[in-house]
C-alpha cells in the first residue's frame, strides 16, 4: 500500500508541475470581436450603445434571468456612469458594467461580475457610418493571471462569450431596425 501511496503522489505532483508549465507558456489574454451591420445612422446606435441604461434592453448577457433588477447611476453617456444589475446566481448572476470614456462613438467600458464568482474585463463598442448604414463593433479584453490563465485551454472564451456577443448584436440591429430603441434628437430612424 506504500508503494501504492508514493507511486499516487508522484504522479499528482508531476501532474501539477506538467499543467503549471503548460500555464507558464500559454497567453494571458484573450480579445474577442464581433461586428454586425445596421440599418441605421451611427448616432443612433450609439444613443443605444453608448447609454449603458439601454443594455439591459438588448445586451443578451442580461436578458436571460427574468428575476434581474437594474440600477443606472451617474449622467446618462458619460465616463463614470454605471449599469448595476443583480439577479439569479445560475443565470446573470451580479455585477457592474462601468463606461470609462467615450470618444466620438466609441464607448470605452468595463464589465465586471461580482456573483456568482469574480471576473473583470474591459472592451470598447464602436459605431461608424458606412454607405448609409452602421458597422458596429464591439471588443472584449480579458487578462487571466498565471496560473489562472489555463483556463483558457479548457474554456472556448471566443465561442461562449463572442457567442454572447453575436446575440445581443443580433437583438441590436433587430431593435435598432425596428424602431425599439432610441434615436439621437434631430435623427430620423431609417
Given at each position: ?17 506538467t ?64 449599469l ?42 464602436n ?50 431596425e ?13
Amino acid at each position: 500500500m506504500t508503494k501504492f501511496l508514493r507511486t499516487a503522489v508522484m504522479v499528482i505532483l508531476i501532474g501539477g508541475i506538467t499543467l503549471l508549465a503548460i500555464a507558464w507558456f500559454q497567453p494571458q489574454d484573450i480579445t474577442i470581436r464581433r461586428t454586425a451591420v445596421i440599418q441605421s445612422p451611427s448616432t443612433n446606435v450609439f444613443a443605444a450603445v453608448g447609454n449603458l441604461s439601454q443594455w439591459s434592453r438588448w445586451c443578451a448577457m442580461l436578458g436571460t434571468d427574468s428575476s434581474v433588477r437594474f440600477t443606472h447611476a451617474g449622467t446618462e453617456g458619460a465616463a463614470g456612469s454605471t449599469l448595476t444589475w443583480v439577479g439569479d446566481d445560475s443565470k446573470t448572476g451580479s455585477g457592474v458594467i462601468g463606461n470609462t470614456g467615450v470618444e466620438g462613438t466609441t464607448l470605452h467600458y468595463t464589465f465586471t461580475v461580482t456573483r456568482p464568482g469574480e471576473m473583470c474585463a474591459d472592451g470598447t463598442i464602436n459605431t461608424r457610418d458606412s454607405a448609409g448604414q452602421s458597422i458596429v463593433t464591439w471588443m472584449f479584453h480579458k487578462h487571466f493571471d498565471f496560473p489562472a490563465n489555463f483556463a483558457l485551454l479548457i474554456v472556448d472564451f471566443d465561442k461562449y462569450i463572442g457567442g454572447d456577443m453575436a446575440t445581443s448584436l443580433a437583438q441590436l440591429k433587430q431593435m435598432q431596425e425596428s424602431g425599439q430603441l432610441p434615436v439621437t434628437s434631430g435623427s430620423t430612424h431609417d
